[in-house]
């Protein structure tokens, strides 16, 4: 495309979106993964997670992944979990989490927070928090996937149904929103729609608004009933712009195209 600054503002306005779009992109793609915790140490690495686990249900025994495992035939309510919460704290990026052999004979029922999961998530339990699960509670056969929003008084769920027992939990943190994916390892990474109403109804947008850069944390419950285990290969973080970012080099590009306007006119 010709850039050269002509009288057509609309030719302006083109080349500046043009111009503002590639470099969005390769910010983007450029960006590469690192890997927080590949769980290939003989044992859960307290450098890199504060466990908080009473019962034991996570454990690391060098075969490259971490495991979660539990026996709640008992019927324990409320369900014993355990969770990592990492001591690193994040800004903006992509997070991810890779689950296999999910496997739940949990039969609680619905919407009462007894359901069975594997979940990645931002933020703090006494705070807001975000996360994306896998889950099952007996209403739905085979299981969910599920984004989870607390936003410091209410938990808001959204969720769509899966029967796989591996695949990934991620979560796009731009500084501001957070927006929630899955891969079901047959259409490859999807959106799970948070716009439309939460299963009480409510319509919020998903803005934790995290005074400072948030941990990570992996999570798992055993459900109120039966015997749930899973186990994780990585989890890795992506770094992304800020949208101060963007707005940044949006504004730069205004201004050059400003001053090639003038630069123009003068001659």
Known sequence: MNCGFGRSSEKVLICLLSVFVAVSLLLCTTAEA?????????????????????????SQPGDGQLHFYSDNSAGVNPPPGGSLTSTTSFTAGFFSMDFNNFFSSNTSPGNQGLGSFAA??????????????RGRVVS?????????????????????????????????YDGSAVSFFYNDGLDGWQRLDTTGPDTNGAIVT????????????????????????????KVEYTPVPEPSTMILLGSGLIGLASYGRKKFFKK
């Open 206 to 233: 998903v803005t934790p608004g995290w005074s400072s850069p948030p941990p990570l944390f992996v999570s798992g419950n055993p459900g109120a009933s039966g015997i749930t285990h899973f186990a994780v290969d």
């Open 34 to 58: 690192d890997i927080y915790d590949d769980f290939n140490s003989l044992s859960i690495d307290t450098s890199k997670w504060k466990i908080s686990d009473p019962g034991g249900l996570f």
């Open 120 to 133: 990645l998530g931002l933020g703090t339990r006494t705070t807001t928090y975000v996360r994306m699960l």
């Open 140 to 172: 739905k056969q085979y299981g969910y996937f599920e984004a989870n929003y607390f936003d410091g008084t209410d938990l808001h769920v959204w969720y769509v149904f899966t029967d796989v027992t591996s695949g990934q939990l991620g979560l796009c």
